[in-house]
């Protein structure tokens, strides 16, 4: 064969023939294929397994949902409970936290439980005296932002904002609650630190939730609304009163400090910190059904003296009542 011949003259040192050279061709064309389709398979998993982990749930990743409310769009307001008749004043009750933020506390007790429990004893208690409307923030396990909390009372044009919370402390003993106004800065160094750890709520992992708008500056602005800020005292001092011997307070005078929750224009809005949940013998009385009474009991005497003041209404009820709030709330109303 004269090509083979040819080759061998022209061949290397293994001495080449057609035969060979067509193997050894197809055999590179082959790994060339194999290759190309290794690369593509590979590909092709890559992007498979991808999708795959980056799917909500699947996988060793995970997708964290957090329901937001739509920006811009208007807050579903809460159902009002009470008389139907609209110039009866309205207190909307704020449980603090909710949804993903827990709040406070360690172990089975969470804040967000108690705060929802505390506001479902109070609204109880006032719908139960009669005379009085009562809104909800959250009536579930949900999570609404700082600012909403504030927007819901000031659009239903709540006469009384009460802001519920529970604390923690790395100090056991710390114990007691507290009632809290706005102010921009903090009465105290402990003031100070509860407000930013309640304003740490609209945050996941450090990162803001909301805007520029909630900063403390902002909140200076809407301290120009002297009258609800006086109200919002006068209110605080009502609770201080009418607790003594019935609840433990820390502190036995009002403190104040740049909340974001109490930011409203309009609405006399306090923080009631209901007592420490680090707090052993705070944490008890938070969670049975006498320390929850207590709290509603007092709050609802305060509310009642506030706006047999402020609107001149008849503190009794519109309906008859088994606990006869009028009595009380006349009485205390008369020994400030
Ligand atoms: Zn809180």
């Given at each position: 064969?004269?090509?083979?011949?040819?080759?061998?003259?022209?061949?290397?040192?293994?001495?080449?023939?057609?035969?060979?050279?067509?193997?050894?061709?197809?055999?590179?064309?082959?790994?060339?294929?194999?290759?190309?389709?290794?690369?593509?398979?590979?590909?092709?998993?890559?992007?498979?397994?991808?999708?795959?982990?980056?799917?909500?749930?699947?996988?060793?990743?995970?997708?964290?949902?957090?329901?937001?409310?739509?920006?811009?769009?208007?807050?579903?307001?809460p159902p009002v409970e009470g008389p139907l008749d609209a110039s009866r004043p309205l207190v909307v009750i704020d449980a603090g936290h909710g949804g993903h933020d827990?709040?406070?506390?360690?172990?089975?007790?969470?804040?967000?439980?108690?705060?929802?429990?505390?506001?479902?004893?109070?609204?109880?208690?006032?719908?139960?005296?009669?005379?009085?409307?009562?809104?909800?923030?959250?009536?579930?396990?949900?999570?609404?932002?700082?600012?909403?909390?504030?927007?819901?009372?000031?659009?239903?044009?709540?006469?009384?904002?009460?802001?519920?919370?529970?604390?923690?402390?790395?100090?056991?003993?710390?114990?007691?609650?507290?009632?809290?106004?706005?102010?921009?800065?903090?009465?105290?160094?402990?003031?100070?630190?509860?407000?930013?750890?309640?304003?740490?709520?609209?945050?996941?992992?450090?990162?803001?939730?909301?805007?520029?708008?909630?900063?403390?500056?902002?909140?200076?602005?809407?301290?120009?609304?002297?009258?609800?800020?006086?109200?919002?005292?006068?209110?605080?001092?009502?609770?201080?009163?009418?607790?003594?011997?019935?609840?433990?307070?820390?502190?036995?005078?009002?403190?104040?400090?740049?909340?974001?929750?109490?930011?409203?224009?309009?609405?006399?809005?306090?923080?009631?910190?209901?007592?420490?949940?680090?707090?052993?013998?705070?944490?008890?009385?938070?969670?049975?059904?006498?320390?929850?009474?207590?709290?509603?009991?007092?709050?609802?005497?305060?509310?009642?003296?506030?706006?047999?003041?402020?609107?001149?209404?008849?503190?009794?009820?519109?309906?008859?009542?088994?606990?006869?709030?009028?009595?009380?709330?006349?009485?205390?109303?008369?020994?400030?």
């Amino acid at each position: 064969m004269p090509g083979c011949s040819h080759w061998r003259l022209r061949g290397g040192r293994a001495g080449p023939n057609h035969g060979a050279f067509m193997r050894a061709a197809s055999s590179r064309l082959l790994l060339l294929l194999a290759l190309i389709t290794g690369a593509a398979v590979l590909f092709v998993l890559l992007i498979a397994a991808d999708r795959y982990f980056a799917a909500p749930g699947a996988g060793r990743a995970y997708v964290l949902r957090i329901e937001l409310p739509r920006a811009g769009g208007r807050l579903g307001l809460p159902p009002v409970e009470g008389p139907l008749d609209a110039s009866r004043p309205l207190v909307v009750i704020d449980a603090g936290h909710g949804g993903h933020d827990p709040g406070a506390g360690a172990g089975q007790l969470k804040e967000k439980a108690v705060t929802l429990a505390l506001a479902e004893a109070l609204r109880d208690r006032l719908l139960a005296g009669g005379g009085v409307r009562v809104a909800l923030t959250r009536a579930t396990d949900r999570f609404l932002l700082l600012p909403e909390r504030a927007a819901i009372a000031r659009q239903l044009k709540a006469d009384l904002f009460i802001s519920i919370h529970a604390d923690s402390s790395t100090n056991p003993q710390a114990w007691g609650a507290t009632l809290y106004t706005l102010s921009d800065r903090g009465s105290s160094e402990e003031a100070t630190r509860i407000a930013a750890a309640e304003n740490r709520a609209d945050t996941i992992n450090g990162v803001a939730l909301t805007g520029q708008s909630d900063s403390v500056s902002a909140i200076l602005v809407d301290l120009s609304q002297r009258e609800s800020a006086a109200q919002a005292e006068e209110f605080a001092r009502l609770v201080l009163r009418e607790g003594g011997g019935r609840i433990d307070f820390r502190e036995r005078s009002i403190q104040s400090a740049a909340f974001i929750v109490l930011k409203s224009a309009d609405v006399p809005s306090v923080l009631f910190e209901a007592g420490y949940l680090s707090n052993a013998g705070d944490a008890a009385r938070l969670a049975s059904p006498e320390g929850r009474a207590a709290f509603a009991e007092v709050t609802d005497r305060a509310i009642r003296v506030h706006f047999a003041r402020r609107l001149a209404i008849p503190a009794a009820a519109t309906r008859p009542s088994a606990v006869a709030p009028a009595p009380v709330a006349t009485g205390a109303a008369t020994g400030d």
